[in-house]
């Protein structure tokens, strides 16, 4: 790996980051880039899941205090969680390469469909809010169950993980919209954390290009989250949306 593509690999991770703070579908930037950079589809997911993660972290951290007083969701919403992603970690690494391969330009088309509906499917969620609002009640099975599904999309391929957990909370666990927020992320790292620590142990992690997007993505979360407080998200969007539907047709021309 040379000085330009590790730059390159920084770059798209710290996008990646950044943009999986604001609303989710960081994984538009991060895998393409790895794609373009020569390595193998599942390879290339497998080690964005990895990179990505530590910036999960560092969002964590900057929602801090819209976290601390959801410690007892997080705790329960992470069981769900932990099983969701682990089943979606054995499902993707028994998925056939040629198969892979056929499935992720239609996997990053639903991901930008996401983010182009985004801001509707959330005025949906608040219209139809069927949860209480105090933070100690318990969650509704029908969320916990929701939750492990997500899960096993976040890790099987995770683009667009943040705008369906977003949408879902929203329905089933209505809140302030930064307080939902933070807890999307925080259920986002004990996804990406199942995930990678499965992967790290049986999947083929390329550790230069890793090492290298961490970083990034460390800097990207915790400075995303400071963009997710005062920031319109337009052209963000449009940006991205863009960006991974010239992705998915150039992988579809492949």
Known sequence: MDAIEATGLALAAFAGGAINAVAGGGSLVSFP????????????????????????????????????????????????SVLGALAGSVILLRTPETAFDAIVPFLILFACGLMIVQDRLSRWALSRRLASLDPDARPPVVLLATIFVLAVYGAYFGAGLGILTLAVLGILLPDDLQRSNALKGALSTVINAAAVLYFVAFGPVQWAPAAVMGVGAIAGGYLGVGVARRLGKRWLRVAVVTYGVAVALILLAR
């Open 33 to 80: 880039a790895l794609i373009a950079a020569g390595y193998p589809s599942k390879a290339a997911n497998v080690t964005n899941s990895v990179a990505l993660w530590p910036g999960y972290l560092s969002g964590n951290y900057a929602y801090r205090a819209e976290l601390r007083p959801q410690r007892r969701r997080v705790a329960v919403l992470s069981v769900p």
